[in-house]
């Protein structure tokens, strides 16, 4: 069955293959499912909650509460289906549910405040209970579109408000009575004042009244004065804003005369232009139909001119084409015969680069032949020397004519060099070791050194030209 809810109204379906509960506006509803309507719009619950203050003064709260399902809100639908859809929005359950969370978190609040917190804080205070009753129907998914709170009222008995009322009549009446008391008191006074005075310091008073009087008559004139000023000041903001509004509309007039001058001269100029078009495509048929005219006068001469200069032009055409065609046989003739001889030069190329590269292969061949027979004699060599490396250099050293070539090398070295050699020798048969006791032998070996200082000399002052330190001896003439 395909159910539909109206406007106000949501379908609640359970039963098989739903978990928990289905909302909707509209759905099927198959074997096995039950499905039920509930109506969203809000009902006025109207309470009067009776409330006790901190200093424990009860008092009456009238209240008005227009509370519904929050239709914007998925899960508070849900609440509302599964705990409240199947009362009546307006039977006793329901009055009873609402009243009790209303009447208890107004006095839990109303507790914590005093009598005089509550009546100077009163839209406070109606805003407490609404924001703490709201979070309480949160949890059954209701919603209050509208609280309406009325003034307090006393309880029976606990004339609070009235006795404050009275208190503030008769507070006024108090002070109004001592103000007239004090205003009788003050006039009684003046007066036998005044008699008193009046015999004694006749001079005096009438001094001082005149004095009085300049006094109020220059006030008066302030006063004059002033209000004159203000009329003044009064009337140059009036002209200001006459002023100003006359400006405004000479400004507007300017604008509206402008913006009838400007449309006037577009009007003008759209007259003018649409004559320049309609001259212009007069203009046109004219240069059309002198041109048509001009056009059959001279057909048939441009035709056969054209047929003449085509023909003409076809026999020019002809005559190059075959030009080009000669010079394109002959540019071809050219090309092949460059092509072969480049295609000979390049065989004769290959041909020389094939014969070197044989040639350096052969060469390459012959090395490595070379090398392999030495390698086979150096190795004979080796073995027949008994693998000495020392006398298998020397042999090939020998063999190569090496000590030939260095011995020639330090002969063109020292060759035109006439060096000078001297041969140190001990004299009298120093060098003998022939007898004598080991002091004398020491003594000769001394006798010896000293006898080979003056040739040493000699030799140093000859080859580098320096001297021997005087203390050492001295290097005679020779």
């Given at each position: 069955?395909?159910?539909?809810?109206?406007a106000?109204?949501?379908?609640?379906?359970?039963?098989?293959?739903?978990?928990?509960?289905?909302?909707?506006?509209?759905?099927?509803?198959?074997p096995g499912?039950?499905?039920?309507?509930?109506?969203?719009?809000?009902?006025n619950?109207?309470f009067?909650?009776?409330?006790?203050?901190?200093e424990?003064?009860?008092?009456?709260?009238?209240?008005v509460f227009?509370?519904?399902?929050?239709?914007?809100?998925?899960e508070?639908?849900?609440k509302?289906?599964k705990?409240?859809s199947?009362?009546?929005?307006?039977?006793?359950?329901?009055?009873?549910?609402?009243?009790?969370?209303?009447e208890?978190?107004?006095?839990?609040?109303?507790?914590s405040?005093?009598?005089?917190e509550?009546?100077?804080?009163?839209?406070?205070f109606?805003k407490?209970?609404?924001g703490?009753?709201?979070?309480?129907?949160?949890?059954f998914g209701?919603?209050?579109?509208?609280?309406?709170?009325k003034?307090?009222?006393?309880?029976?008995g606990?004339?609070y408000?009235?006795?404050?009322?009275?208190?503030?009549?008769m507070e006024?009446a108090?002070?109004a009575?001592?103000?007239v008391?004090?205003?009788?008191?003050?006039g009684?006074?003046?007066?036998?004042?005044?008699?008193?005075?009046?015999?004694?310091?006749?001079?005096?008073?009438?001094?001082?009244?005149?004095?009085?009087?300049?006094?109020r008559?220059?006030?008066?004139q302030?006063?004059?004065?002033?209000?004159?000023?203000?009329?003044?000041?009064?009337?140059?903001?009036?002209?200001?804003?006459?002023?100003?509004?006359?400006?405004e509309?000479?400004?507007?007039k300017?604008k509206?005369?402008?913006?009838?001058?400007?449309?006037?001269?577009?009007?003008?100029k759209?007259?003018?232009l649409?004559?320049?078009?309609?001259?212009?495509?007069?203009e046109i048929?004219?240069?059309?139909t002198?041109?048509?005219?001009?056009?059959?006068?001279?057909?048939?001469?441009?035709s056969v001119?054209?047929e003449?200069?085509?023909?003409?032009?076809?026999?020019?055409l002809?005559?190059?084409?075959?030009?080009?065609?000669?010079?394109?046989?002959?540019?071809?003739?050219?090309?092949?015969?460059q092509k072969?001889t480049?295609?000979?030069?390049?065989?004769?190329?290959?041909?020389?680069?094939?014969?070197?590269?044989?040639?350096?292969?052969?060469?390459?061949?012959?090395?490595v032949?070379?090398?392999?027979?030495?390698?086979?004699?150096?190795?004979?060599?080796?073995?027949?020397?008994?693998?000495?490396?020392?006398?298998l250099?020397?042999?090939?050293m020998?063999?190569g004519g090496?000590?030939?070539e260095?011995?020639?090398?330090n002969?063109?070295?020292?060759?035109?060099?006439q060096?000078k050699?001297s041969?140190w020798?001990?004299?009298?048969?120093?060098?003998?070791?022939?007898?004598g006791d080991?002091?004398?032998?020491?003594?000769?070996?001394?006798?010896?050194?000293?006898k080979?200082?003056?040739?040493?000399?000699?030799?140093v002052?000859e080859?580098?030209?320096m001297?021997?330190?005087?203390w050492?001896?001295k290097?005679?003439?020779?």
């Open positions: 069955m395909y159910r539909v809810a109206s106000s109204q949501y379908l609640v379906i359970t039963g098989s293959g739903i978990d928990d509960i289905k909302i909707a506006k509209k759905a099927w509803v198959f499912q039950s499905c039920s309507v509930f109506d969203i719009s809000p009902v619950y109207t009067e909650v009776m409330a006790m203050s901190a424990k003064l009860p008092f009456i709260l009238p209240a227009t509370i519904g399902p929050r239709s914007n809100d998925q508070s639908l849900h509302y289906a705990l409240i199947s009362h009546d929005k307006e039977s006793n359950h329901m009055n009873e549910l609402v009243k009790g969370v209303i208890g978190e107004t006095r839990v609040l109303a507790a405040m005093t009598m005089e509550i009546f100077k804080g009163t839209k406070e109606k407490e209970v609404f703490k009753v709201q979070l309480e129907l949160n949890q209701l919603w209050i579109y509208n609280a309406n709170v003034q307090l009222v006393d309880v029976p606990h004339e408000f009235s006795y404050l009322g009275q208190k503030t009549q006024a108090n002070q009575k001592i103000d008391s004090e205003a009788k008191m003050k009684e006074i003046g007066a036998k004042l005044r008699e008193g005075q009046t015999l004694q310091n006749a001079a005096k008073i009438d001094a001082e009244t005149r004095i009085i009087s300049t006094q008559q220059g006030q008066g302030k006063e004059e004065i002033k209000v004159k000023t203000e009329v003044k000041v009064f009337e140059n903001e009036r002209e200001a804003e006459v002023a100003e509004a006359n400006a509309l000479a400004m507007k300017a509206w005369a402008k913006d009838s001058q400007v449309a006037e001269v577009e009007a003008r759209a007259v003018a649409r004559e320049a078009e309609l001259q212009k495509e007069v048929m004219n240069a059309m002198q041109k048509e005219k001009l056009k059959a006068e001279f057909l048939s001469k441009a001119e054209y003449t200069k085509v023909q003409e032009a076809n026999w020019e002809y005559r190059k084409q075959k030009a080009a065609e000669a010079i394109l046989y002959e540019k071809e003739k050219e090309a092949e015969a072969a480049a295609e000979a030069a390049l065989y004769a190329r290959k041909q020389v680069a094939d014969g070197e590269l044989y040639a350096k292969q052969k060469e390459a061949e012959g090395l032949a070379l090398a392999q027979a030495q390698g086979t004699y150096i190795r004979t060599l080796l073995g027949a020397l008994g693998n000495n490396y020392g006398a250099r020397d042999y090939l020998i063999n090496m000590y030939q260095i011995a020639k090398i002969g063109e070295a020292v060759k035109g060099l060096p050699i041969i020798t001990g004299a009298g048969g120093v060098g003998d070791g022939d007898g080991g002091q004398g032998g020491a003594m000769k070996e001394v006798a010896g050194v000293y080979m200082l003056p040739p040493l000399f000699n030799t002052h080859q580098t030209g001297l021997p330190p005087t050492m001896g290097i005679t003439e020779s």
